[in-house]
């Protein structure tokens, strides 16, 4: 069921619980900004989420409420994630999905990042 991406925060959503380390996940990358892992649904051979570790539902209050260092730290930390799984050759892509109409599921905002194979050029579905 998608969810609005601003609003109050909801710290009993899938994502907090899994920074509380109140449900397992598969970690793949974490510092003092970000924490990344494997989605539970991949949609390309690689699939992986990166979320800051601020209570932020989407990029909108993510880029309107963190401080500048916390951005910085989040997006530098989503590149890293991707030079580590060695995916800069041949490539990968970074989305990210904010409120309803782009169908965002899990309020707490979370870069996808996909790889492992050629991805298309489509980039809005029917
Ligand atoms: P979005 O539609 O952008 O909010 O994407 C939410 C993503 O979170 C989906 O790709 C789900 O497969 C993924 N997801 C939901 N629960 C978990 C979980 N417990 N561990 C890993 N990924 C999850």
Redesign the pocket.
Same mark, same amino acid.
């Given at each position: 069921m998608p969810v609005k991406g601003l609003g109050p925060y909801d710290d009993q959503n =899938?994502f907090a619980k899994?920074l509380r380390g109140e $449900?397992p996940?598969h970690k793949v990358f974490e510092n003092e900004w970000a924490l990344a892992? +494997?989605? $539970?649904?991949p949609q390309a051979p690689i699939h992986v989420?990166v979320i800051p570790r601020t209570p932020h539902i989407s990029i909108a209050d993510f880029t309107a409420n963190a401080s500048d260092a916390e951005i910085a730290g989040f997006f530098k930390a989503v590149a890293s994630v991707a030079k580590q799984l060695e995916l800069e050759t041949p490539g990968y892509r970074t989305l990210t999905?904010m409120g309803e109409h782009a169908?965002?599921? =899990?309020p707490h905002f +979370?870069v +996808?990042l996909l790889a492992g194979r050629p991805l298309g050029g489509r980039l809005v579905a029917s």
């Open positions: =899938v899994i $449900i996940c892992f +494997h989605d $539970i649904a989420l999905n169908g965002q599921e =899990v +979370h +996808h």
